[in-house]
């Protein structure tokens, strides 16, 4: 595979400190989300406008109205439309957005309709590929729309396990979308998918911190959710991410 020295490296951050450590690191963008324990929705206005002002990366919001899967209902849209107009007035540099049909097939009314409220800001279609009844002829549909990039993990939970769908999207795609692997990549794997010929790499260089909370009442739970402490806070690793960063321009420099 011919080497893709255009490579950027995204993270995917869902606090203000983790787009720090990003910045630091050297990443090129991020992906911002919120609700890291549904996989990512759509960000605050107050964190999106610290994240802009005092960050040099791009930025590229989570359009997600919720957590599960990827159909939604008209009053959904309806929030995602809306939601889209806000974060361009914001000033971000991108959107991260999916939708499914029932049957598994793109949402293709809905990312028209987002795409026509955007105009040309660059959008990603997020891992709702990986989950639909046929990813290249999802990734057909998205080149028609005029999509930038899509993030995948190959239709597997870790992108290292899906590589193998991953390099076939990126054969098929022929350079007319921009292909990024992302689920579990770090910086032990990240030159696997550098040799498929990706376009760029995703991960979330995750690491948990303790609370500062000292007093902790026991038997109570807000969130209530089984296995999910309320005294770790998640957290983009800055070292993980430059070790990633320097991997991927010691692999173009060789």
């Not at 009053?75 to 991108?94: N, P, R």
């Amino acid at each position: 595979m011919k080497k893709n020295p255009g490579v950027s490296v995204e993270v995917c951050t869902y606090s203000f400190i983790s787009c720090l450590a990003a910045d630091h690191a050297g990443a090129n963008r991020v992906e911002l989300c919120a609700s890291p324990w549904e996989g990512g929705t759509t960000p605050s206005a107050g964190l999106v406008n610290q994240v802009l002002s005092q960050t040099n990366m791009e930025v590229h919001a989570m359009l997600r109205p919720r957590g599960g899967d990827f159909c939604y209902d008209s009053y959904e849209k309806d929030t995602m439309e809306a939601e889209a107009i806000a974060l361009i007035e914001s000033g971000v540099h991108g959107l991260v957005l999916g939708a499914l049909l029932p049957n598994g097939e793109i949402d293709y009314a809905l990312m028209e309709r987002i795409r026509r409220a955007v105009g040309s800001l660059p959008c990603t279609f997020h891992r709702a590929i990986d989950v639909s009844k046929n990813p290249l002829s999802v990734m057909e549909a998205l080149i028609s729309l005029g999509f930038t990039r899509i993030l995948t993990s190959g239709q597997r939970d870790k992108a290292i396990d899906g590589i193998l769908n991953i390099a076939q999207m990126v054969d098929a795609s022929n350079s007319r979308i921009e292909i990024m692997a992302g689920s579990g990549v770090h910086p032990d794997n990240c030159l696997e998918f550098l040799q498929i010929g990706v376009d760029a790499i995703h991960l979330s260089a995750r690491a948990m911190k303790d609370s500062q909370m000292e007093y902790r009442r026991p038997h109570i739970s807000m969130g209530g959710v089984p296995g999910i402490s309320e005294f770790e806070m998640m957290y983009a690793n800055e070292d993980i991410i430059r070790q990633t960063v320097n991997k991927v321009s010691e692999f173009y420099a060789s």
